[in-house]
């Protein structure tokens, strides 16, 4: 797949959503002052680049789409002298921000039932991956648990929108389905994609490994990394949770976390487990959570498969 630069003044998808996001936070919270037309003709320039009518966004930045449609109406309109740009909102009246206001302030009951929506998702989705890895770690007597995140360069993220992102998850994917190459003794796995202010598009990945035939945490972690880095084309990049320095860093804040050789003659490494599991599913990470997708089906979290004829024990459906 080949990656342009698909934004003229080299800015980032990610980047873009995640400022119309506290555009309309603080539309909501404190009204649409006189001096934010600036901003809001910024923000409309730089979302209309990047806007697919085929995306689904979600919670605020659909608000934004409403609002941005209905400009788009003025803006186009046969009499309107302004289709050349969106210069012409900076001559907004106090009472036209006022009725934008008034639409955005409408949504705050859907804002509240989607992040509520979003909650009860991750909730669901601990309870799936609690149940999954303790079937994994009941079965097996040594589990190799290895995390890393999985990202890109500050200097690719303008190069990168939703739909590469989705690409190279759909390789990663189907490399860990495929068990190919630094997959190969994997007994499961689980990935979460998300969005942050400062990295953009980026996975967690949790790699459940056969302890009988692998050992070295940090070293298969970073072969996840270089497979992810040539996966999307040099412009990835990875953190390595094996790090001795990340770990240290855990240790000295109180942090026993269950990356590593566990056992599961050790009930104690299950507790160490337990908040490796919950990070990948933080339903409190709500400032976390993609703001596009490529359709409204798009799945942002997922887990192998544990019920299969190669499992020793276990009778194929």
């Known amino acids: 797949m080949q990656l342009n630069t698909f934004l003229s003044?080299?800015?980032?998808e990610s980047d873009v959503l995640i400022e119309i996001e506290n555009f309309i936070k603080i539309i909501i919270n404190n009204g649409f002052d006189?001096?934010?037309?600036?901003?809001?003709?910024?923000?409309?320039?730089?979302?209309?680049?990047?806007?697919?009518?085929d995306y689904y966004y979600s919670?605020?930045?659909?608000?934004?789409?409403?609002?941005k449609l209905e400009i788009d109406m003025m803006r186009y309109h046969a009499l309107s002298n302004f289709s050349d740009s969106y210069d012409f909102v900076l001559y907004f009246s106090r009472e036209q921000l006022k009725i934008l206001e008034f639409q955005i302030q409408n949504h705050k009951e859907y804002i509240r039932m989607y992040l509520d929506q979003f909650s009860l998702q991750e909730q669901e989705n601990t309870r799936n991956l609690t149940a999954y890895v303790r079937k994994l770690f009941d079965h097996y007597a040594k589990l190799l648990i290895v995390r890393v995140d999985l990202g890109y360069l500050n200097t690719s993220k303008n190069q990168i929108n939703i739909e590469h992102f989705y690409e190279h998850v759909q390789?990663?994917?189907?490399?860990?389905?495929?068990?190919?190459?630094?997959?190969?003794?994997?007994?499961?796995y689980?990935?979460?994609?998300?969005?942050?202010?400062?990295?953009?598009?980026?996975?967690?990945?949790?790699?459940?490994?056969?302890?009988?035939?692998v050992q070295n945490g940090s070293y298969y972690a970073q072969q996840a990394g270089k497979k992810w880095m040539d996966?999307?084309?040099?412009?990835?990049c990875y953190f390595n949770l094996h790090q001795q320095k990340y770990i240290n860093q855990l240790k000295m804040a109180g942090c026993d976390i269950g990356i590593g050789m566990v056992s599961r003659n050790n009930e104690s490494d299950w507790e160490r487990l337990l908040p490796v599991i919950e990070y990948l599913t933080d339903h409190d990470k709500h400032d976390q959570?993609?703001?596009v997708k490529c359709s409204s089906t798009m799945r942002t979290f997922g887990t192998g498969l544990f019920a299969n004829s190669f499992r020793r024990g276990i009778k194929g459906r």
């Open 190 to 213: 689980a990935w979460a994609l998300e969005q942050g202010q400062s990295r953009g598009y980026h996975v967690h990945l949790l790699l459940i490994y056969d302890g009988a035939k």
């Open 9 to 12: 003044n080299q800015i980032s």
């Open 231 to 236: 996966i999307s084309l040099g412009h990835g």
């Open 171 to 188: 390789i990663l994917r189907n490399r860990l389905s495929n068990k190919d190459t630094c997959f190969e003794h994997l007994h499961g």
């Open 34 to 53: 006189f001096s934010l037309k600036s901003k809001f003709k910024e923000l409309l320039d730089q979302f209309n680049e990047i806007y697919n009518i």
């Open 59 to 67: 919670d605020y930045n659909s608000i934004f789409v409403l609002i």
């Open 289 to 291: 959570h993609l703001r």
